[in-house]
């Protein structure tokens, strides 16, 4: 009888080992995920060991080759038109894709090129106004940025939906409308208190049914500044962005495309991109005026903003009571934020761990089912881009759960 046990468990496993094994191997999803798992973790160590942008560039285009023709794509001639904005000299060319330093990109743009706005849009709407994008491209250096995909959403949605912003209006409405039922006249008006979940609700369900997205959280490989259709001189990344920069700026000018710039332009924009926001706080204030949405909120999440992206210490409370909001200027507001800023600074590596609390408390509240739906909309960015598609961090559930008892800091006040 026992050796009739010991059979029966001996095939149990066997057969068992060859289900799994037939399951790695079964689809093309499965074979992507495999040479991903294993190919881009190897990738990305190789990366954070070389202080040469040069070679890590190579190194992303080598295997970006590889994706792409796994993914079916050939060296076509395709005739699409590219969401670009190019030098006024012609041979200078950025494949935009929102929230991957964008803004940050195009105010280099400007300077170097001494292109103001104007002059930016205008040649936006002559390169889009051209339907062959490689043509364009032949003779201009060209580059993309783009970051981990879990965290640019992430971003997006405390940068757009999460601080005080005119978007709340015409893009928040239009989110609310989509992902929620019983909706307050407020929500429907203004579009203020969009959760992170109902967000990525919004982008699982319009992904899967063929829908248009906000251009904010489509993919990053989007048909008009896909690498498999375009074939870029640079991709940048987020998370080595001065060094990828430093780079691009060497190379344009060992090309004559630009005559100097100056060494320190992307740190110098620091300051800049990191007060930028508090502009559309308070115009905000004045978009809410008549709605019975808490100005003390509207506040209290702008301060809970800069302690979610790790520049004010969660130690460190918001300094205005109710009372002191109806008051307050833009230029108070600015001098209690920096104070609180320079005061964090000293605290280093806490705040790079505070952002990470932050993000692991919005990706808890989304449930294992929309995650797992998640990862299918942005598994070829994760392929194409060598990031990992499925972060133990974000889907190992018990570990979320346990961090969210852990840290019962709430960074989404205000909502």
């Given at each position: 009888?026992?050796?009739?046990?010991?059979?029966?468990?001996?095939?149990?496993?066997?057969?068992?080992?060859?289900?799994?094994?037939?399951?790695?191997?079964?689809?093309?999803?499965?074979?992507?995920?495999?040479?991903?798992?294993?190919t881009?973790?190897?990738?990305?160590t190789?990366?954070?060991?070389?202080?040469?942008?040069?070679?890590?560039?190579a190194?992303?285009?080598?295997?970006?080759?590889?994706a792409?023709?796994?993914?079916?794509?050939?060296?076509?001639?395709?005739?699409?038109?590219?969401?670009?904005?190019?030098?006024?000299?012609?041979?200078?060319?950025?494949?935009?894709?929102?929230?991957?330093?964008?803004?940050?990109?195009?105010?280099?743009?400007?300077q170097?090129?001494?292109?103001?706005?104007?002059?930016?849009?205008?040649?936006?709407?002559?390169?889009?106004?051209?339907?062959?994008?490689?043509?364009?491209?032949?003779?201009?250096?060209?580059?993309?940025?783009?970051?981990?995909?879990?965290?640019?959403?992430?971003?997006?949605y405390?940068?757009?939906?999460?601080?005080?912003?005119?978007?709340?209006?015409?893009?928040?409405?239009?989110?609310?409308?989509?992902?929620?039922?019983?909706?307050?006249?407020?929500?429907?008006?203004?579009?203020?208190?969009?959760?992170?979940?109902?967000l990525?609700?919004?982008?699982?369900?319009?992904?899967?049914?063929?829908?248009?997205?906000?251009?904010?959280?489509r993919?990053?490989?989007?048909?008009?500044?896909?690498?498999?259709?375009?074939?870029?001189?640079?991709?940048?990344?987020?998370?080595?962005?001065?060094?990828?920069?430093?780079?691009?700026?060497?190379?344009?000018?060992?090309?004559?495309?630009?005559?100097?710039?100056?060494?320190?332009?992307?740190?110098?924009?620091?300051?800049?991109?990191?007060?930028?926001?508090?502009?559309?706080?308070?115009?905000?204030?004045?978009?809410?005026?008549?709605?019975?949405?808490?100005?003390?909120?509207?506040?209290?999440?702008?301060?809970?903003?800069y302690?979610?992206?790790?520049?004010?210490?969660?130690?460190?409370?918001f300094?205005?009571?109710?009372?002191?909001?109806?008051?307050?200027?833009?230029?108070?507001?600015?001098?209690?934020?920096?104070?609180?800023?320079?005061?964090?600074?000293?605290?280093?590596?806490?705040?790079?761990?505070?952002?990470?609390?932050?993000?692991?408390?919005?990706?808890?509240?989304?449930?294992?089912?929309y995650m797992?739906?998640?990862r299918?909309?942005?598994?070829?960015?994760?392929?194409?881009?060598?990031?990992?598609?499925?972060?133990?961090?974000?889907?190992?559930?018990?570990?979320?759960?346990?961090?969210k008892?852990?840290?019962?800091?709430?960074?989404?006040?205000?909502?």
């Open positions: 009888m026992r050796r009739r046990k010991l059979m029966i468990l001996y095939f149990a496993v066997v057969t068992l080992k060859l289900l799994l094994g037939t399951q790695s191997k079964s689809t093309d999803d499965s074979k992507q995920e495999t040479w991903t798992g294993t881009i973790e190897k990738q990305m190789s990366e954070r060991d070389t202080n040469d942008a040069g070679d890590a560039n190194r992303r285009m080598k295997y970006l080759e590889k792409c023709r796994h993914l079916g794509y050939t060296d076509d001639n395709y005739t699409i038109a590219i969401r670009a904005h190019m030098s006024p000299n012609y041979r200078c060319l950025y494949c935009r894709v929102n929230k991957c330093a964008s803004t940050t990109t195009l105010e280099i743009m400007r170097i090129f001494n292109c103001d706005t104007d002059c930016l849009v205008k040649m936006a709407s002559i390169v889009r106004s051209s339907v062959n994008g490689s043509k364009i491209m032949k003779d201009a250096f060209s580059f993309m940025v783009v970051r981990e995909p879990y965290g640019r959403l992430f971003s997006t405390c940068n757009i939906f999460y601080f005080p912003k005119e978007d709340w209006i015409y893009r928040g409405t239009k989110i609310i409308k989509l992902s929620r039922s019983n909706i307050s006249s407020d929500s429907l008006n203004f579009g203020h208190d969009l959760t992170f979940s109902e990525i609700k919004y982008i699982v369900e319009s992904f899967e049914n063929g829908l248009r997205l906000d251009e904010h959280v993919p990053m490989h989007h048909k008009s500044c896909n690498p498999c259709l375009f074939h870029f001189d640079y991709i940048a990344h987020l998370e080595t962005l001065n060094k990828d920069f430093e780079y691009i700026l060497k190379t344009i000018n060992n090309r004559n495309i630009i005559q100097n710039y100056p060494e320190d332009i992307v740190s110098s924009l620091r300051e800049w991109t990191l007060y930028g926001p508090v502009k559309h706080l308070f115009r905000t204030i004045l978009l809410l005026n008549g709605s019975s949405i808490s100005h003390y909120n509207i506040f209290l999440r702008a301060w809970s903003y302690q979610i992206t790790g520049q004010v210490s969660k130690t460190i409370d300094p205005y009571s109710k009372e002191d909001i109806k008051l307050i200027t833009k230029d108070e507001f600015l001098r209690a934020l920096k104070t609180a800023i320079e005061s964090s600074r000293r605290e280093g590596n806490d705040l790079n761990k505070q952002r990470h609390e932050a993000m692991l408390q919005a990706y808890s509240t989304v449930s294992p089912e797992e739906r998640l299918k909309v942005v598994a070829t960015d994760c392929f194409l881009f060598s990031y990992e598609e499925r972060p133990d961090f974000l889907f190992n559930r018990r570990r979320l759960l346990l961090n008892s852990y840290n019962t800091f709430n960074f989404f006040k205000g909502l």
